[in-house]
């Protein structure tokens, strides 16, 4: 079985991949450019499937393109079987009907946008740039993909955005529905914007908008938007911040990937006492132990902007053991959070 909806799926779990390391993945492939590096994986799912269901697989690509370079790249493919980066470059080069062809599946298919989505802003900026270079080595224009790298620049989206400002947070339908469409922009700076909107925000957001930016936070690209994000839903809390919500963030702390681990503690952090819960608590705690550096110092702040509710005799002891990191970062943090709390136990002490 395969259609158009699988191969979309397959592209994109690649490119997930690919936004990690893309130069990277180019040299391990042998890629002589992003062009047709893109453009291959755009293809590998087809081949494989060309392989396995060849009708279902020519039936598919003829529904998004039935053109004469369709042909010729089924045609290609049957000779090759698995054609490399640079034999795609090859003959796109030689031929103007199989440009025709790999431009229309690079953008029905949404390979590019589906790119920027997943890398961070200054890679976001090298992909476009350097595809606007690359155009220019071949015969066929690339109007589409030129025409579709101007509309995610994302300027005109940004300059709406700024115009938002003078509602003051008193946002209307329309004006939360632009929001909601700029958190899944392809421009790292456009969702970071829209994220800071809702920081400012007057009153709850639907729950919708609080999913999509809490979504931002934990999994986006951009280290810059992650921040943006958490910190909107710091200042948001208990409005934008469930029960539900607040178990879902606290279920990141265990994730594989320590991506996920410290985009948590960075988010719990921005929500301080309202992230207080002593699972939640138990949970920094234990990623002070964290093999990735970054994770360790995302949770000892955490732990420190928590403030009260993380007061306790054990994590001040855990935090202690932190401040001895070989990390200077994490030393740091640790240090840092450690005499917040120290404060806040002595005034429950004082108190009681």
Not at 204 to 228: I, K, Q
Request: net charge neutral; aromatic share 6%.
């Amino acid at each position: 079985m395969f259609d158009q909806h699988i191969w979309r799926q397959q592209l994109t779990d690649y490119l997930a991949i690919f936004a990690r390391h893309p130069i990277q993945e180019m040299q391990l492939a042998g890629s002589p450019g992003v062009l047709p590096h893109l453009a291959l994986r755009t293809l590998t799912p087809f081949l494989n499937a060309l392989h396995a269901h060849p009708v279902d697989a020519v039936v598919t690509l003829a529904a998004i393109t039935h053109d004469t370079g369709a042909n010729l790249l089924v045609r290609q493919v049957m000779r090759v079987h698995y054609p490399t980066a640079k034999d795609l470059d090859r003959i796109m080069r030689a031929s103007t009907d199989l440009c025709i062809t790999i431009e229309r599946l690079l953008v029905e298919l949404q390979t590019i946008p589906l790119a920027l989505r997943r890398l961070n802003a200054q890679r976001s900026v090298w992909l476009r740039n350097t595809l606007k270079y690359e155009l220019d080595a071949y015969p066929w224009s690339f109007v589409w993909i030129r025409d579709l790298l101007r509309e995610l620049n994302g300027q005109d989206r940004i300059d709406a955005l700024r115009r938002l400002r003078s509602r003051n947070g008193r946002y209307t339908g329309s004006d939360l529905t632009l929001i909601e469409s700029a958190l899944s922009d392809a421009n790292a700076q456009t969702r970071a914007y829209a994220a800071r909107l809702l920081g400012v925000m007057v009153g709850a957001p639907p729950p919708a908008l609080s999913s999509r930016l809490l979504e931002v936070a934990l999994r986006d690209s951009d280290a810059e938007t992650r921040f943006a994000a958490a910190r909107a839903l710091g200042l948001l809390r208990e409005r934008a911040i469930t029960s539900d919500a607040l178990a879902y963030i606290e279920s990141h702390l265990i994730h594989e990937d320590s991506f996920y681990r410290s985009s948590a503690a960075l988010l719990l952090g921005q929500l301080g006492e309202h992230a207080g819960k002593p699972t939640v608590v138990r949970g920094l705690c234990d990623l002070l132990r964290d093999r990735d550096a970054y994770t360790r110092e995302a949770a000892a702040r955490a732990l420190g902007r928590i403030g009260p509710p993380a007061a306790l005799p054990e994590v001040i002891e855990a935090l202690e053991r932190a401040t001895q990191d070989d990390d200077v970062q994490v030393h740091e943090a640790a240090t840092d959070s450690l005499a917040l709390l120290c404060q806040f136990a002595e005034l429950s002490v004082q108190a009681a």
